[in-house]
C-alpha cells in the first residue's frame, strides 16, 4: 500500500492567483508524505468569486469533472475550496473511491469538538441565509451562534489585510460578547491568512477554512489508505452506470483545468 | 398591463422527445390567455435523464442562463421541468422579475391543501434521499407519510405505460394502507398521463408534477403580472451586479437552447 | 363541466361592514369566469374581530357549517377570511369536494417562492405566538424573519389608513433592515389596500392576505375543476358517516349566514 | 385561604351517560379535601363522541364558555375531558385565575417521568395525525414510539369491556415488542376502568387519562391555592377586555350545562 | 396501602447548610400525610455549588447509589436537588419502583401548564448552554423565550437576598418586556424564597424550582402509591441484573449520606 | 514545538484485559510521530463494561480527573473509550489544553463523510434509546437509517468472534437492505478486530469506533499542536476557578489509573 496521501483541491474558478498562497499556506502544513496537487479551472467565462449562486452554478459541473479525474488519478482525497461548498453533494457521487472534502462542514466538524457554540464570520450578510442552510444540513445548526458581517466582498478580503483582519476582529469581539460565542470560523477561503492573529487578540480558537478543510482532506484520505474507508456507493451514493456516462459520453472532454501546482 | 401570461417550461435535458407530449398536455389545460413555451437543451454532452446528481450538475449552469433568458423576454413565469427541482435556488437568484417555479415544491403545496399526509411514489429507491431533502427544504417532511419506488428509471417509464400504471397502483396502495397516505405525488415528470386513472382507482388525489408545476407557474405568473409580486432582489435573493456580469462575460453566448415549441 | 370557478368568501365574524370593500377588492382581480359569494355570520353574540382565542372558538362551529354548506352548493372552494386561518382543519374535514383554503397558508406558500425569508407585519404583540404557531405547522418557520407589531387593533385598522400605511412602512423596513426580510405578509385581513403603496416605498413583495388567499381559492377551486383534485377523505381527512351526522341532526339548522353578496 | 381544591370536570359532549361513572372513578382516588363537580353539555345538537373534528368544532365554544364559569366560580381547575384536547389553548386564555388541563398533555407529562418512549393506544387509525400533531404541540414527539389502534370507536368502548380490553392487550403488546414502547397511555377517556389489568398483564405503567387529567388539575389546582400559580395573562396569554366582552354580550347567556354532579 | 408519601430530597452537594432552610421551605407546603427526607453527601472532596460540569461529574454516582437506597428504602419520589438535574437519567434506571424528579423537568412541566412561553431566570451566563439543552431534551424549547443572567454565582445567591431580589425582578422585566416572556422559573434551587415577592412585583407566574419538584415528587409519588405507576423497567429503562451488580460489588458501601433530617 | 502527537486513550472501566489488544490496533495504525498511552481505571467497585447507565454514572468522576490529568502531562488529545461517550461534555469542560474525543461522535462525523445514510450495529436492544440521543445532539439524527441490535453483550462480543462477525453481517444486512443505510457504525469500542471482514462482505464502508476516535484524536491533536486549536474556555466552556478547585481540594487525590501502557 501507498505511504503518500495525495489530496487534490480545487480552487473553483477560474482564476489561478490564489492557487499559490493556498498551495504555500497548505505545503507549511501538511505530513511529510502528503502529496497536494492545487488547480483552478479553465472553463470561460467564469468569475474570480462565488459570492451569488449564480456563479456557483457554473462551476457545479466542473466539480463533477474534478471528482471524476480525482478518481481516475487516484487522489485520496479531493477538496472543493470554497466555504459554500459548491457541488459537493454532486462531486461525492461521480468521485469513485476518493474522499470529497469542502470547507464548511470541515469547519463545523471541527469546531464542534472545541466549543458548544460557535458563530461564522462572513464577508458580506448575502451570504448568511445560505451558509446558514449548509450548517443546517451538516446537523450543526444547535452550534451556530450567530452569523456577523464584515461588509467586505471576497475580491477584496486579501486587498488590505490590515483593514480585514480589523473588520474580523471587531465582528468576532461582538460575535463572542453578544451572541456568545465560545470559537470563530472564518467563512470564506478567502480570508487566509488571518486566523492566527484573531485567536491570539480574541482568546478562543478562530478555525480557518482552508486549513480545516485541507488537513481533514488528509485526514480522511490517510483513513482511506489505511482502512479502505472509501465512498459509499449504495442507494444515494450510487453513480451513474459505467455504460450510460459513455454513451452520453458525459466524461469524454478533457478535465477543465486551468492551472495546476503539485506541493 | 398585458393580459397574456407567458410561461417558459424548461426540460433540463438534451433531449427534445418529450418537449411536445408535455406542450400538449399543458396546452389542454391552460387559460385561454396563457402562452406556454416549451425548450429543451443544446447543451451537450447531456443525458436524456437526471436520475444522478452528476447529470444534475452538468444542467445547472443552464438553468441560469434559462433564468436569465426568461427575465430579458419578459416571462411571468418559468419552469424546471424536473421533480428533483434541479437548481432552483440558483435560477431564482438571477430570474429578475420572473418567478421560478419547479416541480416538488408547487406539488407539496398543492398537496397539503388537500391532505394531511401524502406519499410521493418515486422511480427507483435511489431518489429517495435527495428528493426527501427537497421536501423538508421546502417544509414538508412532516407531511411525508412516505417514498415508494416502483423500480423503473426515467427513460422507461413511458415505454410500457401499462405496466408504468401498474406498479403505480401497487405501490400506492402501499402508501396508502401501510404508510396511511391520504393523497399520491406521482415523483418524476416522465410519469405524465397516468394521474388520472390511479386517482380513479385509489380514491384519493393524485398530483401529477407537470400539471401541478405548470399551474403554479400560470398561478404565480399572473400574481405578478396582477399585483407585481415578483421575486425578492434583498439579501439572499440579490442577484451579482450587471457590471460584473459584463466584466465577467458571464451571459455573453446565446441561451443553451435546443428545442422551443410554442403553445 | 362547467366553466365557472365558484369561491365561497367567508368573513368570520357577525359584522358585514367588511364585506363589501372585501367583495370590491376580490371583483377587481378576479378571472372573468371567477363567481364570488362573500358572506358574515347571523351567530349572535359575536365580535366584530378575532384577536383573541376566545373569540375565535365562537365561530369555529360555523366554519363547519359553512363548509358542509360550501360543499352541498358545489362551490370549488372555500376562504376563511381571517389570518389565525381559525377552523381550517375542522372545516377541510367536512368539506366534502370543496377546497378550504386560509389567508396565512396562502400567504406563506406564495411568499417562500419569492423571498427566502419574511417577516410578518401583526397588529399586536398579543398575536404573535399563535401566528408563529400556524406558520409553523404550515411547514414555514425557517423561512420565517420575525413577526413584528404595529401596535393597531383590528377594529382601528381601517380607521385611519394613512396611520396604519406609515406604520407598516416602519415595521416593515425594520424587518427588512434589522430581520433581514426579504419579503414581508401583512398579517391580517383587515388591512387591505395597503400592500401596493408598502411594496413601492419598501422594495421587496408585499403580500397582501386577502388577494394571496383568494386567488390560492380561484387556482385550487380551478385545479379541482380540470384535475378533480378535491379532498382527500381516507384516514385523518375521513368526515363523520352520514346516517351519524342525520342521527345527531348535526346539519339540520339552515346555514349561519348574516349576509350574502355574490360578485 | 380555603383548603378546598375545586376542580371542574367537563365532558364534553351532549351526553350524561358517562358523568357518573367518571364521577364515581374520581372520587374514588381524590384527595380528602378535594370537590369535583362533574358536568357535560347542554348545547343541542350534539353528538356522543369527538371523533371527528366537526364534532369538536362544535363543543370549543362551549369550552370558552365553562372556563369563562370556573373563573367565576372560583374553581381551581378545570378538565376538558377527551384526549384530543380540544379547546385547550382558548379555553386557556379566557379561565382567569383557573388552570385548564386536558388529559393527552397531563398523559404525556407523567408518562415522561416514568419512562424514555411510550405509545398511545387509539380507537381508531383516523385519530392519529391529529392525537400526534398534539403530542409535537406539547413536545413530546421524540418519546412517542408510537400509536397502535384497535379498531373500537368511542361509543363502543364500554359496550364489551372485555373485547376492548383484549384489543388494548393485543395493540399493547405490539407497541412494546415492536416499536419498543416503554409505558403505554390509553388515548380515549372513555377507556375508563381497564388499566390496571393491562398494566398487571404487560408490566409496564399504563397511563389511564381519566385519572392522569383529574389528579393533575387536583395537583396545578393545588399550587394555585398555595403559591398562587395561576394562569399567566401576558402577551398571547391575555384575555379579551371585559369591556368587550360585556359589549358585544359575549357572555351574556348562562353557561352550556346539561348535567352537573358533585363528588 | 400505606396513606403516608414519602419524598427523599437530595442536597446534591457535601454541604448541609441549605438542608434546614430547604426542609422548612418543603415542611411549610407539603401535604399532612407526606413525610420528607433531606440529604446532603458525605464523599469528599466536593464543591458547595455545581455551577460547572466538573463538579456535577463528581456527584453522579452519588445519584445513583441515592436512586438505589431510595428504592431499597420505598421512597415513593426522590429528587435531585440542582437544576441542572444533574444523573437524572442515571438515576432513573436504577431507582426500581422509586419516581425520580427533578427542578428543571418539573418546573418546565408546570409552566407550560401557566403560560406558552416562559423564561428561565439563570445566575451566571456559564449556565445558559446546558440548562437550554435540558428543556431541549424535555422538549420545551418551543416555549423558552429566553434565559436571562443575574450575574451571581451560586454561593452567592443567599448572602444577600435583597440584591438577589432586584437583580431577578431587573432580569425578569428585562425577560417579560423585550423576549415576551409570559412566566417565568428561577433557574437555581438556592433562590429559594424569593419567587412570592418576583411574582407579586412582575404580575406573571414565577415558579420556584424546589417548590416546583418537591410538590411534583409528592404528587408523582402519590400516583404511585395509587396506581403503581412506577419507572417502567422496559428496553431502555432496564436496570441492571442484580447479580452482575452484586458480582461487581456495585452497591457494596454505605450510601453517601452526610446529613439526613426528616419533615 | 514538538513533533510528537500525544494521545491517551481511557478504557473507562475497572478491567485491564482489553488494554493490550486495543493498544495493540491502535500502534499497529498510528503515525510513526504518535505516542499512545492507555489506561483504565483503578476505583473500585467497577464494573468490566458500560452497557447500563448505572454503570457509566460511576465513571463519570474520573473521566473528568483524567481530563485534568490528560493536560497536566500535555496530552494532545484524550479518548474516551467508550461508544456511549460517557461524561464526554463534562471532561472537556476541565480538559485545558487537551482535545477530547469520544468515538461515538468520531465516528458520525467521520460516516457523515463518507455517505449520506448510515446505520449504528448495537449489541442489545437496551442501547439505542441512550445512543440515538447521542447520534441526535451530535446533529446526525437525519443520517441514521437505523439502530440494529445483534443481541450480544459487551461481556461477550470478543468471546466468540465468529458468531460476533455473523451477527453484525446479519444485522448490517438487514440495515443495508431493509433500511437503506449506506454505511455501517459498529456501536461498541469491544467489537474492535471485526470491521474488516464485515466491510469486504457487505461493500459499504464499516467505521470501527476505534479506529475512528483514535484517529481523530490523533488528528485533532494534530490541529493543537499546529495550529493551537485547542478547546474553547468562554462561556459554557469555562472551568471552575483554579483556586476553587484547591479550596475544595478537587484534584488532590491521584489520577484514578490502574493501568497504563505506552504505545
Redo the contacts between chains.
Sequence with gaps: MSQTTRVLWVNPVGYPDYDAPMGGLMAG?K?ADTEIDVVSLST?????HL????????I??D??RLARMADAEAYDAMVIGCFYDP?L???R??SGRT?V?APC?ASV??A??????FSIIIGQ??????MR?RVE???????LASMRAIGIGVPDLQKDCELTTARILEAGRIA?EED????LILGCTCSFGM??IV?REL???V??PI?AAF??AE??G??RR???????????????PEA??QA???F?APPPIGNRVRY
Design positions: 502544513v505530513a470561460a467565462p467564469l468569475p474570480n459570492e451569488y449562486r449564480t456563479y456557483e452554478a457554473l457545479v459541473a466539480m463533477v457541488g453533494e454532486d462531486a457521487e461521480i474522499v472534502v462542514q466538524q471541527i464542534a469538538n472545541l466549543a458548544n457554540r450578510e448575502k451570504w448568511a441565509v445560505q442552510e444540513a451538516y446537523g450543526y445548526a444547535h452550534n463572542i456568545k460565542a465560545e470559537a486566523n492566527e485567536q482568546g478562543v480558537p478555525i480557518d486549513l488537513t481533514m485526514y480522511l490517510s483513513l489505511r482502512f479502505d474507508w472509501s465512498p459509499s456507493r449504495r442507494w444515494s451514493c450510487a453513480p451513474p450510460e456516462l452520453f459520453g458525459i469524454s
